[in-house]
Antibody, heavy 117, light 112 residues
Framework: EVQLVESGGDSVQPGGSLRLSCVAS????????MTWVRQAPGKGLEWVAT????????YYLDSVKGRFTISRDNAKNSLYLQMNSLRVDDTAIFYC??????????WGQGTLVTVSS | DVVMTQSPLSLPVTLGQPASISCRSS???????????LTWFQQRPGQSPRRLIY???NRDSGVPERFSGSGSGTDFTLKISRVEAEDVAIYYC?????????FGQGTKLEIK
């Protein structure tokens, strides 16, 4: 069974940093692209970033470029999202999703990031 | 960026009746390989999203046959042939033909 378990969400002040993690199990992690998608409270879904299976290519939403970094450790079956210079409008549930592009086929339960002064 | 526009945003439906959700894109979603990378997700209250339909019309494993996806170019539809209580959810379309991936605003299906 595919499982994606996110962690690292917290409450931080504007300008702060957080590192989200996602541990994957039940599939061959190193062969899949991986993606982060976020959802602001009561709002819709917004794609954030995607990384290729070997980590060689990364894609970002314009509004997070230069602030967020997606990375992975295939030896640890883990996906990460380093978030710096956090803004109030980054407040959201962040989902770890298997796949990239059309193949967003399994979603984690999400981890909540709250940015507030 | 490709803008995805869903309608209606709220959809009250009687149990057992059909339902239809429209999704329109600001650009054609036909990729250079001939495929159309249009995906539909379902998000039930308090749950993570679940993929229902990928590449326009392919139903995911475990998705009831009453769900179907269709369309072409810039105009797409998710149909539920007979709505059941478990279909209460928000439905999102998403395009993956061009970066960045973009979602529709979501359509909230409720039972009338």
């Amino acid at each position: 069974e595919v499982q994606l378990v996110e962690s690292g969400g917290d409450s931080v002040q504007p300008g702060g940093s957080l590192r989200l993690s996602c541990v994957a199990s039940g599939f061959s992690f190193s062969t899949y692209w991986m993606t982060w998608v976020r959802q602001a409270p009561g709002k819709g879904l917004e794609w954030v970033a995607t990384i290729k299976s070997d980590g060689s290519d990364k894609y970002y939403l314009d509004s997070v470029k230069g602030r967020f970094t997606i990375s992975r450790d295939n030896a640890k079956n883990s996906l990460y999202l380093q978030m710096n210079s956090l803004r109030v409008d980054d407040t959201a549930i962040f989902y770890c999703v298997r796949g990239g592009g059309w193949a967003l086929d399994h979603w984690g339960q999400g981890t909540l990031v709250t940015v507030s002064s | 960026d490709v803008v995805m526009t869903q309608s209606p945003l709220s959809l009250p439906v009687t149990l057992g009746q059909p339902a239809s959700i429209s999704c329109r894109s600001s650009q054609s979603l036909v990729y250079s390989d001939g495929n159309t990378y249009l995906t539909w997700f379902q998000q039930r209250p308090g749950q993570s999203p679940r993929r229902l339909i990928y590449m326009l019309s392919n139903r995911d494993s475990g998705v009831p046959e009453r769900f179907s996806g269709s369309g072409s170019g810039t105009d797409f539809t998710l149909k539920i042939s007979r709505v059941e209580a478990e279909d209460v959810a928000i439905y999102y379309c998403m395009q993956a033909t061009r970066w960045p991936l973009t979602f529709g605003q979501g359509t909230k299906l409720e039972i009338k």
